[in-house]
């Protein structure tokens, strides 16, 4: 692909799971979640065999593992909550350590961990082995509506421009003497955001214009085509597949 | 050329007649303004800042429309049912470039407006690379636009508008904003381009270098038409309606006309 778009999350390299087609990759972690969140929060050992799973597919894409766990701090909140769940949920106490606990918080709190850390991880592995201009067009390759997919690449098109503007915009500011300082300069500040706001609006009319002017007529051409052959599918669905075995048995034994 | 002129006297490229036009808040900008274009012609539109330059340039694509007069393009009018064709017909390059490309990579946004009209897979692929070869840009191809200079933005804007393959060229101000080394690199792409081309400017010197007519549009009329050193070396007109060359600039001497 190529497009020099890298974000953050994103880890250059060749690999199997590099080169598969965006859409198979989005599809699969998508599979893979609902999956994930279907299997019932009592049986234990399906989540281990899920972790075991992603770790497959993580030493597939080569990614070391000490990255993938640092990426995996996004969830921290979740992990708050989670923690806060045996404390405040109503219903039976069990103790442990002489803390007072409630049974059901505490199946809550193992099915938020569980269930997220897994998500977060697959997606993690997404992000880390798909550029954004990729997962863009895979997305748009999945029908996601094209409103959607079109406001997204602006995004990533103008957040520059705009991060731009908004710093020449603070540079002015402080050329003539003002300094962002506790309440009294959140007027100013607000009046910037307004200006920012009405200089983007004005440059998305001209971008339309711009737009219509190559014959744009409310759908986005399609440009790239990416495709996947009937092989890539089957390697990306294994993953799904397989945790939708280890459900299956979760659900029955 | 000869060709090309022997050609537009059947057909020009653009021709404008009686054209009018008031904005929606009643302000009015075009006053019945008359403009031929032949084709292979490369025409310099003058005038000063609110002279109805940009207007006129709008309703060339049926932007702007709704006035009195017409426009044709290639002896196709600008009309509702004709605006697909004329849009693939009338190459715009505005004046900034961040607002013309607007696609996460330079080879995408070339290909937008061929792929807006049906082209598609080697062909598509193939027209971009044309387009950015000829203004000099077919190494950037996967670079994301704003990642690029403004010099090479502004070629890149004018490569989107040439994979269409336009009757006619129209572009807004181009040199605004241009170090002298781009200016002149774009001056070379423009004057190796077979097309039309109309460029509005207020750099009055690449109208003497680029153009050999220039038209001077003045509150919505068009108000001199002639070739560009008899334009500029006429005082009397230039003073009248706000334009000036640069100092020590002479538009009668040789030198000037390189
Ligand atoms: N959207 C608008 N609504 C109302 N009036 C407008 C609008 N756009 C332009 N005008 C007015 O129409 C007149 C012509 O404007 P236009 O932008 O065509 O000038 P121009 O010749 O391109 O000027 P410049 O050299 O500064 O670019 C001006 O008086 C301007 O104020
Ligand atoms: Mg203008």
Redesign the pocket.
Known sequence: MGAGHSHRLYRHGHSPVHDLPPHCKLAAVFLFVVVVVSTPREAMWPFALYAVLLAGVAGAARIPAGYLLKRLLIEIPFVAFALLMPFVVPGEQVHVLGLSLSENGLWGAWNVLAKGTLGVAASVILASTTELRALLLGLQRLRLPSILVQIASFMIRYGDVITDEMRRMSIARRSRGFEARGVRSWGVLAKSAGALFIRSYERGERVHLAMVSRGYAGAMPVIDEVTATRAQWTRAVSLPAAALAVCVLGWTL | MTEATVNAVNVPSLEVSGLAFA????????FGVDLAVARGERVALL????????????HLNGILEGGAGSVRVAGLPVAKENLAEIRRRVGIVF?DPDDQLFMPTVREDVAFGPAASGVRGAELEERVLAALAQVGMAEYADRPPHHLSFGQRRRVAVATVLAMSPEILVL??PSSNLDPASRRELADILRGLDVTVLM?T?DLPYALELCGRSVI?SE?VIAADGPTAEVLSDAALMRAHRLELPFGFDPSSPVALR
């Open positions: 904005y929606p808040d009643g302000h009015q900008a075009l005038g000063p800042n609110g002279a109805g330059k940009t207007t006129l340039v709008l004046q807004d101000e509005v207020h549009l919505g």
